[in-house]
């Protein structure tokens, strides 16, 4: 199920921001046939007082595609200040979190609990298992104030169908809200809305927020024609990465989504990201005016009205504290979350293409900002203020257009860089320092002999070999290949009708590129016998007895074969990289006594062991030489060193332990084809500005950074997030508006340079309580979990549980104390934007990052991936989904494809259940010991789990359970844009034990269950205020 | 004269004295050291071969020879050298008076010896090609064409490896069949055997050893690896061909100011090294082919840009060439590691430009390498050269390895050293003398290459002090020599040449004449020439042409026959008569008068002197001239300007050009063509008969002389009248008679010369 969001620029710049849903549309989407999931929509009624007269719709909307169906609470985002904020300071006014209460969870704690006590009116728990609301629908024995809301008993505070008869109050007077009756239910009612037995998650109706404002549902595509990856637009002038959709599904031919290979196509290629399916609201309600941007885990559909979409850029509080001191109070962090290629869902309109010729995009002659929606054109236009900076510009004259009786320039609806959040500008000549480069993709592959002998060589050659047809089209894409085991090998392909030369370099102390060209080639020029030898090369070393593996000088010999360009280089290792610069050696053993010894300096092992490979990156980088690493390997490789060399150059680790040559080389493949067709850019740098009022305090993520105020990319792509954290320098006024706007400079890969710029604009408030209505869980969560990721490396594992858990309770207290302080001290009071946040603390202190056990190259990984996880991947990383796949078969086709997701509570697995665990990385399947031999059968064609091997390849087997089954894997693949590595957790199986230890709500050895750790964040908080 | 060739002929020594001046005293006297150009692979088919091993003294492991006295009675025989009485063993049981073993008998002073049991298996020969590709286009075409042809030529079961370098070293992996493969070593760093070792994989599978080297199949270094580079010649033949046809040019760029980047140094470094890892002992050559000057890391002889002139001998003189002092060490020490691992270095320099033959001169002098020094790949001195060196025939090299040679000689008489291309084991003993020249301070040397024409100078010193009255002029008054040569044949076998000669002594002041009967006056010219350009190569400051003049006067002084202060009376013996000839264009060749020639060339022509036999020093020293004519049949005419004539045919033959010098009228007839019309015969005879014997020449000549056939007046005429007597100049009275010719030069002419001599000697 999806909603619709319409990003409503901000209220301070209301002139310029139409008013959105129209009626036309409605009507026109009334027309179509129900959608697919129709039994769970409701029929949306327009509410009258939301629309606006379909003559104000600016022009440029009216032919919007997306806007079918009438929004079901088409709220119209009044302008700020319209009504009143509901405060919640009071009390909270709870929205029933207990949507879904959880059959058999563990009896609750004698402590007295509050509910959360949501201070918005009704955020929706985010689409995956809360288990607060667990606790909620244990809760009747507490009192708390904050109620619990009898969610199925009153159809949810929002949005089922009866809602949707009342207009809900969005952004509406308090009274709407009201209304909905959900504030302030005695504890009675809680008992009464414990529905267990109910429906899980799926009791909860879909809510049909929309989005920010004027929101529109929206019809489904979901309809089967929709390629995976959101390559429905077709404008291919104005593709997001300059170029054709590189999505799978577009191709001809191609219809298994990405992820297919291996398994077969979805038959129906669901829609893109987001939970699918009613299960849950898809995102919380349009908190405040229109400034809670939906969940990012939910799915919804972006209107650029002004505010960039939130899958872009994501602050982790949605109004701005006026000052540093309120900030600090509240003890939240405040950073923007910029993926500035995040995949676009695909109804969504393309990102606009802007050309200014000559002059080049106009920009603040003070700040330099870029030209965007939020600047204020005044003085019949001859003067634009500057929305970060305030600076009067004058504007120039090949650009003046009069203003409007609205005070908007009259051409604003046709420039997209004044009405669109999100756009991107043709990069002039003051922007080049060279002529862009090409795309240029060199491979570098381990031979030695491990690597042969575990297949990963024959792997990663044919995981190339597959991806050739991948690469960018054209003349400008080159390719290049070198293998190498204690030694260098390169390959000069071009010898017309003869074989490729193979040109060693066996210095790997100090490396060189043994030709100076023909090396690297066009594509075109030599995918033959590219493939031929891609081909030869794991026979070509089969007796290869090599066992030493010169990672970093093969990737020094690599760089400087692409030097003179830049590219993207590509490495397949297997082994520690035991000779040659940048070797290393195996501190894991060391490392593994000093864990147990309890030694304090045991998280030195997970710091890079010197700057050889640091200094080698910062040159990478500044040849805009993006590294990616495959590491395919059986044993330690101190991924703590290698990750290094990716994340200072915009790439990644790809991880594969332990590797097998049975189920690991289709994720080898689809990872490297994922890698080579994202959108993404090349040579590129990114500067975050924001008002006045803030600084950039600092970013974080994968990147070079050489001065303070920029960053270099060598390689920018879809899954890459960078975060920026601010400071205050200033005050903000009240009801004043804080812009941000990133600026990504870069190349596509077809060789045009581009300025992508990203908006958004958001209010000021110098009340607590709003900050606390308004702060975006996940992206606060986000940023938590990058912290702790930093921290790993310096500080002692129980430092980053103590810091984590600190923050937590420091939220908390904050909220307890400045916005809850009329409760009872007996209870614990959460704030409803951020009732999952104890939640997610908890598993983040029980992931694999932060526990205690496990390898030391686990831990590193899961750092290196985290510092540039996207907001949407990193809750369920920590946070893991757990569905049973045993059942799919009870499920009708027209459920959503996933089916609900469980609790991460032992209580939930059945003794003959088959269940699915994913984090967006791995997917591990337990099997438990009373499963029906034919289920099994069914599943995997085996009937037995005696001698299965624990890496599983899923294939799909001709019966309903096994599409099922296969359906719901690819379909989370999709969404996770990652192919899970499919693991077979047994029961007595140390694959077992770890499985149980990703239930985190469970108490483990190491850590709290969730109800312990909720008494204890109480007791912290108790403790702190007297 | 005739008696020293029949010797040399059997024994392949000759001496400069053959009737040594006895003591200390006598010796230095005498002038010309007392020395011996010996050859050691001398072809003669009448040298047995014995498939036994030698019978050696025990006490100075001198082998059994014809001057060894037999007691056949006790089965008893005494030692030359040492006068030790040895047994015979049991396998000499038989020996009697009329079964005497081959090596007693008197015409055997020279053997070989052949044990077939103790040389176990036969290693093949190793080529390793070493190819430049810094070259015009043009050049490489000419190249690949000759080693296509050398390829072909290889013998079958020899190993062949092939480098290529440029920019970069590549050495290229022939047992790789899938795909060409080569290992890319960069130019600008010298390269070490262990980092080899190391870094081709010849370790794969095994903990390098903390001590001692490991190399060759025996000492760990396995087969297989071995065979990835040195592949049979039957084997690789096809790879080896689609290399050659690959050949390209160094990829690198090279700005139009610059002069290509070529690691000549570093390839060679590392062609030694693959040699020493793979097959250290077995006969192995590295056969460089090089196209221009070094110019890139170590052992280069000159910076990049154009506008740095390369070092001429001035340069040299003054100390201002950089890079020659460094560059020589350099390949001194690849050298030495040759010679350590028993291998050759070979030079084929085709180039306008030098390439640095100065340098490696060391090297290649030091291990017995072949040196070829021409203007192109496509010159027929290069071309031909090579072929001769595969090519089967009745004059062909004989190329040989890996020998070792020792001197033994009697006890009054010790080693100074040798002038040739060999290097000293410093293997020290009673034997060796104080005084150094060339590779001394040793009774053994290696020669890692050798041919049939290979001649070593063997420098002598007599340690004899006594006076020579105290000498018992009684029943011993002969010296004897024996040189033994092991050496791996060129079908592959070890063998040992045992050559042991007697010389007769005197002492005293009344052996002047005896003396003279036995001076070798070319003998002496050669020697003379090696330790002139020895010392003009080891001396600072050293001025040769006074040296030379210094010692010609004093030699005449003391052999000629004079009355003093009367320089008309003075006379020389016969036997000493063209020796001053011989040192007037001594001190008008190349090798003296080196401003002429580049630093390669002189190091070239020196390196061919040191390594050619006494009859070929001597055309090198003074050329011989044949004089072509209607008059006469072919005959040896005056290496003099009047030996031009409009009517004569002239053949100079200067060991390295072989020049065809038509007279005036006879290019005038020629040019009329005249030889094609009836009734001409004898003309177009005339014009032939000085091409086929230049033809004989040079088909025997290695390197290949250069041809250059020119009329007179023309400009080639240069190679001529570089090399006549200057007696008629500009400057002359009488002008040359008509056909004749003059020469512009202000240097002296021999009549000159001569009566300086004259002059000087009767004082």
Known sequence: ???????????????????????????????????????????????????????????????????????????????????????????????????????????????????????????????????????????????????????????????????????????????????????????????????????????????????????????????????????????????????????????????????????????????????????????????????????????????????????????????????????????MPLAIMVQPFALPHPSEEAIQLVDFGEMGPIRCSRCKAYINPFMRFVDQGKIFICNLCGFSNDTPREYLCNLGPDGRRRDADDRPELCRGTVEFIATKEFLVREPMPAVYFFLVDVSMNAIQTGATAAACSAISQSLSDLPEGPRTMVGIATFDSTI???????????????????????????????????????????????????????????????????????????????????????????????????????????????????????????????????????????????????????????????????????????????????????????????????????????????????????????????????????????????????????????????????????????????????????????????????????????AANGIPSSSLSQVRDQVTSTCINILQSYRQYCASVSSSGQLILPEA???????????????????????????????????????????????????????????????????????????????????????????????????????EQIFGFSSLAGAPNLLVLEQFDNVLSRKVNEVVNEIRRQRCSYLRLRLCQKGDPSGDFFRSLLVEDKAPGGLSYVEFLVHVHRQIQSKMT | MSEFLELEARDGVRMTWNVIPGTKQDAASCVVPVSAIYTPLNPNPAIPVLPYAPLRCRICRSILNPFSVADFGSKMWLCPFCFQRNHFPQQYSAVSQSNLPTELYPECCTVEYMATAETGPVSPPVFLFVVDTCMI????????????????????????????????VQVHELGFGLLPKSHVFKGTKEIKKDQILEQMGFLTGKTKPTTGVITGARDGVSAESIARFLLPASECEFILNSLIEELQKDPWPVSADQRASRCTGAALSVAASLLGICVPGSGGRIMAFIGGPSTEGPGSIISKPLSDPIRSHKDLDKGSAPLYNKAVKFYEEIGNQLVHQGHVLD???????????????????????????????????????????????????????????????????????????????????????????????????????????????????????????????????????????????????????????????????????????????????????????????????????????????????????????????????????????????LRRSQFIQVFNN???????????????????????????????????????????VSAIAGDRILLLDSYFTVVIFHGITIAQWRKAGYQHQEGHEVFAQLLQAPQEEADSIIKERFPVPRLVVCDQYGSQARFLLAKLNPSVTYDSDTPPPPGGDMIFTDDASFQVFMEHLQRLAVQ
């Open chain 2, 137 to 168: 286009e043009e050049e490489i075409g000419y190249l690949k064409s000759a080693l296509a042809q050398a390829v072909e030529l290889l013998p079958d079961q020899s190993l062949v490896g092939f480098i290529t370098f440029g920019t970069y």
């Open chain 1, 489 to 787: 090998h390169f390959y000069s392909l071009k010898r017309a009708q003869q074989q490729p030369l193979m040109l060693i370099v066996p210095d790997i102390q100090d490396v060189y590129t043994p030709l100076q060209m023909d090396l690297i080639l066009p594509v075109s020029e030599c995918r033959d016998s590219l493939e031929q030898l891609l081909e030869s090369i794991p026979s070509m070393f089969e007796n290869n007895r090599v066992a030493d593996s010169a990672f970093g000088a093969a990737m020094k010999a690599g760089f400087l074969a692409m030097k003179p360009t830049g590219g993207k280089l590509l490495v397949f290792q297997s082994v520690l990289p035991s000779v040659g610069t940048g070797s290393l050696s195996a501190r894991e053993t060391e490392g593994r006594s000093n864990i147990s010894s309890g030694d304090k300096e045991a998280h030195k092992l997970l710091q890079p062991v010197d700057k050889t490979l640091k200094t080698m990156a910062l040159e990478f980088a500044e040849y805009q030489v993006c590294v990616d690493v495959f590491l395919t390997t059986q044993s330690y490789t101190d991924v703590a060193s290698i990750s290094v060399v990716p994340s200072t150059t915009g790439g990644r680790v790809y991880y594969y332990f332990p590797f097998s040559a049975l189920s690991d080389p289709a994720k080898l493949f689809n990872d490297l084809r994922w890698n080579i067709t994202r959108p993404q850019g090349l040579e590129a740098v990114m500067r975050v500005r924001c008002s006045q009022g803030l600084q950039v305090q600092d970013y974080s993520g994968n990147f070079c950074k050489r001065v303070p105020t920029d960053i270099d990319l060598p390689a920018i792509d879809s899954d890459k997030t960078i975060m920026v954290s601010f400071k205050h320098d200033d005050k903000f006024q009240e009801n004043s508006e804080c812009g941000f706007q990133c600026a990504l400079l870069y190349t596509t890969v077809y060789g045009q340079r581009r300025i992508r710029v990203i908006n958004i604009s958001l209010p000021c408030t110098s009340m607590l309580s709003n900050l606390f209505r308004c702060a975006d869980l996940e992206a606060q969560f986000t940023y938590v979990v990058k912290q």
């Open chain 2, 347 to 585: 030079l084929f320099a085709c180039a306008l430009d030098q390439v640095g033959v100065a340098e490696m001169k060391v090297a290649v002098e030091r291990t017995g390498g072949i040196v070829v020094l021409a203007e192109s790949f496509g010159h027929s001195v290069f071309k031909d050269s090579l072929r001769h060196i595969f090519q089967s025939s009745d004059s062909d090299l004989g190329l040989s390895f890996n020998g070792i040679f020792e001197i033994n000689c009697s006890k009054d008489v010790k080693i100074q050293g040798i002038i040739g291309p060999c290097t000293s084991l410093e293997k020290k003993g009673p034997l060796s003398s104080d005084t150094v020249i060339g590779q001394g301070n040793t009774s053994a040397w290696k020669m890692c290459g050798l041919d049939r024409k290979t001649s070593l100078c063997i420098v002598f010193d007599m340690a004899k002090k006594d006076a020579p009255d105290a000498i018992g002029q009684s029943q011993n008054n002969l010296f004897y020599f024996q040189f033994l040569t092991y050496y791996q044949h060129h079908d592959g076998q070890m063998r040992l040449r045992s050559t042991t000669i007697s010389r007769r002594w005197v002492a005293g002041s009344g052996s002047v004449q005896e003396l003279i009967t036995g001076f070798d006056q070319e003998a002496a010219a050669a020697v003379m020439a090696r330790l002139v350009s020895f010392k003009m190569e080891a001396e600072v400051d050293f001025d040769p042409v006074r040296w030379l003049d210094r010692a010609l006067i004093s030699l005449c002084s003391k052999f000629g026959d004079y009355q003093k202060e009367a320089p008309s009376s003075f006379s020389l013996s016969p036997r000493l008569s063209i020796f001053p000839q011989f040192i007037f264009n």
């Open chain 1, 834 to 936: 951020l009732k999952l946040l104890p939640l997610y603390t908890l598993a983040l202190t029980k992931s694999i990052g932060l526990r205690n056990d496990g390898r030391l190259d686990d831990r590193s990984y899961w750092v290196s991936i985290v510092s540039s996880v996207s907001v949407s991947l990193a809750v369920p990383l920590v946070f893991p989904r757990m569905i049973a796949l045993h059942d799919l078969t009870s499920r009708d086709d027209e459920d959503p494809l996933i089916p609900n997701p469980l609790t991460l509570n032992s209580e939930n697995i059945q003794d003959n259940g088959i269940y699915l665990l994913e984090n967006g990385e791995d997917g591990f399947i337990h099997v438990r010991n009373a499963v029906n031999p034919a289920t099994l």
């Open chain 1, 1 to 331: 199920h999806k909603t619709v969001l319409s990003a409503l620029s901000c209220p301070a710049c209301s002139r310029q921001i139409p008013i959105f849903p129209s009626i036309p549309v409605v009507a026109a989407s009334m027309s179509r046939p129900p959608p697919p999931f129709t039994p769970q929509n409701p029929t949306p009624a327009p509410r009258p007082g939301g629309q606006s007269p379909s003559s104000t719709l600016p022009a440029s909307f009216s032919n919007l595609q997306i806007s079918r169906a009438p929004p079901p609470f088409a709220s119209v985002g009044p302008p700020q200040g319209d009504g009143p904020v509901p405060s919640s300071i009071r009390g909270p006014q709870a929205p029933p979190p207990g949507a879904r209460p959880f059959p058999g969870s563990p009896s609750p704690p004698g402590s007295l609990f509050a509910c959360p006590a949501p201070s918005v009116q009704q955020s929706p728990p985010f689409g995956a298992p809360p288990a607060a609301q667990s606790l909620q629908q244990q809760r009747p024995p507490f009192n708390g104030p904050p109620p619990v809301l009898p969610a199925q008993v009153q159809r949810a505070p929002f949005g089922g169908p009866p809602a949707a008869s009342q207009p809900l109050p969005y952004g509406g007077p308090p009274a709407a809200v009201s209304q909905l009756a959900p504030f302030g239910v005695s504890p009675v009612a809680a008992a009464q809305s414990a529905p267990l037995g109910a429906p899980r998650y799926s009791a909860a109706q879909p809510p049909q927020f929309s989005g920010l404002s004027g929101a529109v549902s929206r019809p489904s595509y979901s309809g089967g024609s929709i390629p995976p990856f959101g390559a429905a637009r077709a404008p291919s002038q104005q593709g997001p990465y300059g170029g054709p959709p590189q999505f799978g599904g577009e191709r001809p031919g191609l219809q298994t989504p990405l992820f297919g290979a291996q398994t077969a196509p979805a038959s129906q290629p669901p829609p893109f990201m987001g939970v699918r399916g009613a299960n849950a609201p898809a995102f919380g309600p349009p908190g405040w005016q229109g400034q809670t941007r939906p969940a990012a885990s939910s799915e919804f559909i972006v209107k650029d009205t002004g505010n960039c979409s939130p899958r872009l850029m994501r602050c982790t509080m949605n109004q701005i504290p006026c000052t540093g001191d309120l900030l600090t109070t509240s003890g």
């Open chain 2, 598 to 640: 580049s630093p390669d060339e002189t190091a070239y022509f020196r390196m061919m002197l040191n390594r050619e036999n006494v009859a070929n020093a001597v055309v090198m020293i003074q050329p011989s001239l044949i004089s072509y004519s209607f008059q006469s049949g072919p005959e040896p005419v005056l290496l003099d």
